[in-house]
């Protein structure tokens, strides 16, 4: 039996481990990765990326349109990352609202803003959220899931910290490691740690393609296809209540 790889859930989680391992040894991914790459980082203060209209604070939509959420459960206390889809809707994963006491959201802008349910995806790793004040931007989820090959650019809360924008290619795809009956998932080589789980991935045009929720021992990041979002959110039965943690 070949060699185990593990693969790595991204909400960053203070008192309990989230890692998980398959059963056996991923599919090869397609192709070497590209070695020319390098992520940005957002500094604190709120420099905007070079991509992407800015509003007067600075800031483009690719940025304006994350959030960072906190989940605190009974028992732990995690963080990872999410991006509206409307006014008063955003999404994220699954195990990042899992077990939630109160979910406590922000934006780019450091604003918080009340959760008032969250439901979640039995299939794939995705849930939605709901707020009471509107969200400050969002942005339009792309028809189709990109080819490999493709530029991607990821945005999100990495160790529950600073806005970080990280770049890279799609890879391929490769049946989904966590969830073999949900089927294909999109690989990239975007870098993405611990509390990305949730993150928008967008194509050169701004548009949503994927979502990402975990990665490998290899640092290949897998993200839930456009494709598949869209579907779940067509299906009123995909997704339901999240039920809150017990002591």
Do not use: W
């Not at 060699?3 to 909400?11: N, S």
Request: aromatic content about 4%; charged content about 20%; some cysteine.
């Amino acid at each position: 039996m070949r060699g185990r790889r593990p693969v790595v859930v991204l909400a960053t989680g203070l008192l309990a481990g989230l890692t998980l391992v398959g059963c056996g040894a991923l599919p090869a991914l397609p192709g070497p990765a590209p070695t020319d790459l390098v992520p940005s980082m957002v500094p604190g203060g709120g420099t905007p990326t070079t991509a992407g209209n800015l509003s007067p604070d600075g800031f483009d939509a690719a940025q304006r349109m994350a959030v960072r959420v906190r989940n605190v459960g009974c028992k732990s206390l995690s963080t990872g990352s999410g991006f509206a889809i409307d006014a008063t809707t955003l999404i994220t994963n699954r195990h990042v609202v899992d077990g939630s006491s109160d979910l406590q959201l922000s934006t780019y802008d450091g604003r918080d803003i009340a959760a008032t349910a969250a439901s979640t995806a039995k299939l794939a790793d995705l849930a939605i959220v709901r707020t009471v004040d509107p969200l400050p931007a969002y942005p339009e989820l792309a028809k189709t899931d990109p080819e490999p090959g493709d530029a991607v650019t990821v945005v999100g809360y990495p160790q529950g910290g600073r806005l970080t924008v990280t770049v890279g290619r799609v890879m391929g795809a490769t049946t989904d490691p966590l969830n073999v009956n949900l089927g294909e998932v999109l690989v990239t080589d975007a870098p993405v740690e611990p509390g990305s789980s949730g993150s928008a991935v967008l194509d050169a045009k701004g548009r949503v393609i994927g979502v990402v929720y975990a990665k490998n021992s290899d640092d290949m990041s897998f993200i839930v296809p456009v494709s598949t979002l869209r579907d779940m959110l067509a299906d009123e039965s995909a997704f339901k209540p999240t039920p809150a943690c017990t002591d």
